[in-house]
């Protein structure tokens, strides 16, 4: 009998921090065991097709280091020394603490902590209803899309784009600032269609040689943080040359005659000075979108991760506007689909009986909050009890000693959710062991897509770990709140509640169905409608000083940064960290292929595959400092300083370092990571984490 005859396929969504939001077909050996995951080929954006470190993650769901009971610090923070406890007893220990918190210092001096390690919906939201029902502090999650969304929908005025589906139909795509091979696989799937069915040019700008750039009929590598001088002399060039759509900028634009008139002195030249690139490859590019009306930018993250990151997204955003490529099937430009969905998470969240008088907190900037800095606690007590779910801040936030110094305060409490023990996990006083996706229910969105997709338990979970959901629950009771609306709901009447208020049916009848395409109509797509201001026109000239955006902090926060300092038309504004004498130096914390974020950090495979922590360093930079490939290099900044192994890589500009992934602290030389050497210092305007503008100085170690 075939050994695979016996092997279901279920279905479900990938959960990790990625816009593609992978629909999956997932081989089920038995109630507790899965064998390989594949995209599902049914699912018209996945289109079959998933990054390989999900294909192997039966080697984290049955990795031999998974967390499989409650644990309570026995010794000093940090030195590793647990006692196991029941359930129970945590739980008790954890409100225990919570309650005492909050008597010396008021509610606020408790605040719950979570982010993208699970982009389900209630495994990943539930954490708001127990906050807004303490009323404890506020939680700004600002580090990975603030800076990107808030300068595209200063352009746009709505969270959306042309269908990412339509890159199949276009004749030229442009990724900019983002590594899809590593990052986005499915990016990749529809731009080698549209080359191979249409001839379509794939141009790819970024600042070194990735696995995307390789791939490109046209690459751009210039310097960090300089993506808007870029897009700005491209648009001089299209103006100068009779390349703007002058009907549609007309109709559609706010100011075309004023961004023109700015853009008189942006030149190939100027650009050329600022962005490392030649005046050649400026002139080539603009020539090719100017002339090939079917062109789609693909605008990813990584190049808003600078201080000036909004308005080298708008800046670049504002090129297909010109050009008027928006009213073409296959042309326009998409970011995130995120503003699309809608779905309903009032119960959820607990949102009606949140108090708009409670502080909040930005998450970006941990380090600071933990530290007492005056500036990040907004006038409100110490932070001294925490819930940490889906997040592991002592390895991914900025300043990352901050962010250590601060959890290892005597006077914090701190329980961590976890798979595994993160760098997070070890400075904890409680660590709860926590499910994977496959092992409970949950529904997803795909910003990178258009598809809500469920993702039901699959599998049985190891004895111990319990989901996100139930520890909410159980906390509520011991707080209090276990009477207040929301709680005492099951994952899937949460999941009811959201499909059916969207006119979506409810768990059962979503399960047959498995996914809803979502994606607006073209016109809408395209912003043939107008776009989403109230005017109805793109904006070349943003309201960066309290202009509307996905996630504007809220009012007690105020404008972060240096508001007054950034451009009215598109330019290129030098907010970064520029290097010096002392730094000479731009540093960048790329994604690694078979890590993302700090997850699959911990799978054989994967750490394999990526080797050790190293340094992406020019020859001709190396030659100068006496550093050979393999070597042993210290890098640092005012921050602190990390060391790691030098790789000479000529495809950069000289001036700048790469270090890709987020490795665990523990796999460095010092026990600190990369994340040592970035920033915590809210940009403008509404903050957000600029982990790839960083000035640093390198030496042989």
């Known amino acids: 009998?075939?050994?695979?005859?016996?092997?279901?396929?279920?279905?479900?969504?990938?959960?990790?921090?990625?816009?593609?939001?992978?629909?999956?077909?997932?081989?089920?050996?038995?109630?507790?065991?899965?064998?390989?995951?594949?995209?599902?080929?049914?699912?018209?954006?996945?289109?079959?097709?998933i990054c390989a470190k999900v294909a192997r993650y039966a080697d984290r769901?049955?990795?031999?280091?998974?967390?499989?009971?409650?644990?309570?610090?026995?010794?000093?923070?940090?030195?590793?020394?647990?006692?196991?406890?029941?359930?129970?007893?945590?739980?008790?220990?954890?409100?225990?603490?919570?309650?005492?918190?909050?008597?010396?210092?008021?509610?606020?001096?408790?605040?719950?902590?979570?982010?993208?390690?699970?982009?389900?919906?209630?495994?990943?939201?539930?954490?708001?209803?127990?906050?807004?029902?303490?009323?404890?502090?506020?939680?700004?999650?600002?580090?990975?899309?603030?800076?990107?969304?808030t300068g595209y929908v200063m352009g746009t005025g709505?969270?959306?784009?042309?269908?990412p589906r339509e890159i199949g139909k276009s004749d030229c795509v442009v990724i900019w600032g983002t590594n899809a091979v590593v990052t986005q696989v499915n990016v990749m799937t529809h731009a080698i269609k549209a080359r191979k069915e249409r001839g379509a040019k794939i141009v790819v700008i970024d600042i070194y040689e990735t696995a995307t750039l390789k791939q490109a009929d046209m690459g751009l590598v210039l310097k960090p943080g300089t993506d808007a001088a870029l897009a700005c002399a491209v648009m001089h060039v299209l103006f100068r040359d009779g390349f703007a759509d002058r009907p549609y900028l007309e109709k559609y634009t706010d100011d075309p005659r004023g961004l023109e008139a700015h853009l008189a002195d942006k030149t190939p030249e100027w650009a050329a000075a600022i962005t490392g690139l030649?005046?050649?490859?400026?002139?080539a590019f603009a020539r090719l979108v100017g002339t090939t009306k079917k062109t789609f930018f693909r605008l990813g993250y990584g190049f808003s991760r600078q201080r000036n990151g909004s308005v080298n997204m708008h800046a670049a955003l504002s090129i297909p506007a010109v050009t008027g490529a928006w009213q073409y099937e296959g042309g326009g430009a998409f970011h995130s689909n995120s503003g699309i969905f809608k779905l309903n998470g009032e119960l959820l969240e607990g949102t009606k009986f949140r108090d708009p008088d409670i502080r909040y907190l930005d998450h970006s900037r941990i380090g600071p909050v933990l530290t007492n800095a005056e500036d990040a606690l907004y006038g409100g007590p110490p932070v001294t009890a925490m819930l940490i779910q889906n997040t592991n801040p002592a390895n991914v936030a900025p300043e990352q000693r901050l962010v250590v110094k601060g959890m290892l305060r005597d006077d914090l409490f701190t329980c961590v959710h976890e798979q595994f023990m993160t760098d997070t996990a070890k400075l904890a006083d409680v660590v709860l062991p926590a499910t994977m996706f496959l092992e409970h229910d949950d529904i997803y969105k795909g910003g990178g897509n258009q598809h809500i997709t469920l993702g039901p338990k699959l599998i049985d979970p190891p004895e111990g770990p319990r989901t996100n959901h139930y520890v909410i629950e159980e906390l509520g009771k011991r707080l209090g709140v276990s009477d207040m609306p929301g709680f005492g709901m099951t994952e899937r009447q949460h999941i009811?509640?959201?499909?059916?208020?969207?006119?979506?049916?409810?768990?059962?009848?979503?399960?047959?169905?498995?996914?809803a395409d979502m994606q607006p109509e073209f016109d809408s797509a395209h912003?043939?409608?107008?776009?989403?201001?109230?005017?109805?026109?793109?904006?070349?000239?943003?309201h960066w000083n309290g202009g509307a955006a996905p996630n504007k902090p809220p009012r007690s926060m105020g404008i972060f940064g240096p508001v007054a300092q950034l451009p009215e038309f598109p330019d290129h504004v030098d907010l970064i960290e520029v290097a010096d004498a002392a730094h000479p130096f731009r540093l960048a914390t790329s994604p690694a292929r078979n890590f993302l974020n700090s997850t699959f950090a911990e799978t054989p495979v994967s750490r394999e595959k990526e080797g050790r922590p190293e340094l992406l360093i020019h020859s001709e930079d190396a030659a100068e400092l006496g550093i050979a490939t393999g070597d042993r290099v210290e890098i640092g900044n005012m921050r602190g300083e990390v060391v790691l192994h030098a790789r000479l890589f000529d495809k950069i500009r000289r001036g700048v370092v790469i270090a890709e992934g987020i490795w665990p602290n523990s796999d460095h030389e010092r026990g600190e990571g990369i994340n040592v050497l970035t920033g915590a210092d809210a940009p403008a305007p509404y903050g957000g984490a600029a982990v790839h503008d960083n000035k640093v100085w390198v030496r042989a170690a």
């Open 278 to 283: 030649t005046v050649e490859e400026i002139e």
């Open 1 to 49: 009998m075939n050994q695979h005859a016996k092997i279901r396929i279920g279905h479900s969504a990938c959960p990790h921090d990625c816009p593609s939001t992978c629909a999956l077909e997932v081989e089920l050996l038995d109630d507790k065991r899965i064998g390989r995951v594949h995209g599902a080929k049914s699912n018209s954006y996945t289109a079959g097709v």
């Open 158 to 163: 709505a969270l959306r784009g042309t269908d």
């Open 496 to 515: 009811d509640v959201m499909l059916e208020k969207k006119g979506l049916g409810n768990f059962d009848s979503f399960k047959d169905q498995k996914w």
């Open 527 to 542: 912003f043939l409608n107008g776009f989403g201001h109230p005017d109805g026109k793109f904006r070349f000239k943003p």
């Open 61 to 149: 769901v049955h990795h031999p280091d998974r967390l499989l009971k409650p644990l309570v610090r026995a010794g000093a923070k940090g030195d590793g020394n647990w006692k196991e406890a029941s359930w129970e007893a945590a739980l008790d220990l954890v409100a225990e603490k919570f309650i005492a918190a909050e008597e010396r210092y008021g509610s606020e001096t408790v605040w719950p902590y979570f982010y993208a390690g699970t982009m389900g919906l209630v495994q990943r939201d539930g954490i708001e209803r127990l906050r807004h029902a303490k009323k404890y502090s506020g939680f700004f999650g600002s580090i990975c899309t603030n800076l990107a969304w």
